[in-house]
């Protein structure tokens, strides 16, 4: 299992090994032993997505402390155009995002931190999106940002028709008006020697 940091180091691409031959393949999609050496987590819930239609968005969303969760997306069928973006007041990368592709094929997964926002979108009809987090839902602490934030300046890959939202997604405010809900400190800046 390899672990690549992208252009926001906290946020990392999570690659398992494949081992292929005429019957399929193999892969270990998750140990909680090879990746504790690096990435600072404990999950505590799975979730599970179906969105339909291609061009579905799901985001951006966040919970607060004392209920911060982390995140390990994995898309299990489909692919999604994947987006953690940095809501730590502080941070030399505040209001930066990262993005990538995941699907069924690749088996890549992304780690989102506490302290990020994190939303994406179906590339194809009928996608399920998995993800571990290391906080239970928590109503009280769910937030959001706007999906098409200007400030934030997400190029979402969406049909002609544009995106299928949730009434919910279509009112979070923007990154501005969220205030300091995540103060960034020196220790997030630095993923576990392994």
Known sequence: MDIIPLSIPEV??????KFEDTRGFFAETFNA??????????????NLSLSRPVGTL??????????????LVRCVRGRIFDVAVDIRT????????????????????LYVPPGFAHGFCT????????????DYYAPECDGGILWNDPDIGIKW????????????????PGLRAIGE???YSEKDSALRSA
């Open 123 to 134: 590339l194809e009809p009928d996608t399920e999106v998995s993800y571990k987090v290391t």
């Open 157 to 172: 890959p969406l049909p002609p028709s544009g995106p299928v939202l949730s009434d919910k997604d279509t009112k979070h």
């Open 12 to 17: 990392v691409l999570v690659r398992p090994k």
């Open 90 to 109: 502080g941070s030399p990368t505040f209001g930066q995002h990262v993005s990538v592709e995941l699907s069924g094929d690749t088996l890549d997964q």
């Open 58 to 71: 799901r985001g951006l969303h966040f919970q607060t402390p004392p209920h911060a969760q982390g995140k």
């Open 181 to 183: 809900t995540f103060r």
């Open 33 to 46: 032993k090879k990746l504790a050496a690096t990435l600072p987590l404990a999950f505590v819930q799975d």
